[in-house]
């Protein structure tokens, strides 16, 4: 099991910003493919983006623009820049950690776009 500590969520205006952080301890962070979900009450976890060893990066349509997903090797850290929120980015995201033989999760932390 390798844990993933999430840290970044909270409440924010329409149009405002945060940044997820996603801190993974052991080695195999920089071999996986990592990854942020949402997930609200009732709906299945959608993938958010997702950014391999080497940097090449994946976003959802709903991302794209908005979003910038990025990966700190040195410190086994990947983040979330979210920008121009909106009350439909509401949810829960958590980060994932995969590879050719492993699937982890982080607990996750919620992020909350309203006035």
């Known amino acids: 099991q390798v844990p993933l500590v999430e840290s970044g969520g909270g409440l924010v205006q329409p149009g405002g910003s945060l940044r997820l952080s996603c801190v993974a301890s052991?080695?195999?962070?920089?071999?996986?493919?990592m990854g942020w979900y949402r997930q609200v009450p009732g709906k299945q976890r959608e993938l958010v983006a997702s950014?391999?060893?080497?940097?090449?990066?994946n976003y959802a349509d709903s991302a794209k623009g908005r979003f910038t997903i990025s990966r700190d090797n040195a410190e086994n850290t990947v983040y979330l820049e979210m920008n121009n929120l909106k009350p439909e980015d509401t949810a829960v995201y958590y980060c994932?950690?995969?590879?050719?033989?492993?699937?982890?999760w982080g607990q996750g932390t919620q992020v909350t776009v309203n006035n």
């Open positions: 994932n950690c995969r590879g050719i033989s492993w699937d982890f």
């Open positions: 052991g080695s195999i962070f920089r071999v996986s493919v």
């Open positions: 950014v391999r060893s080497g940097g090449i990066t």
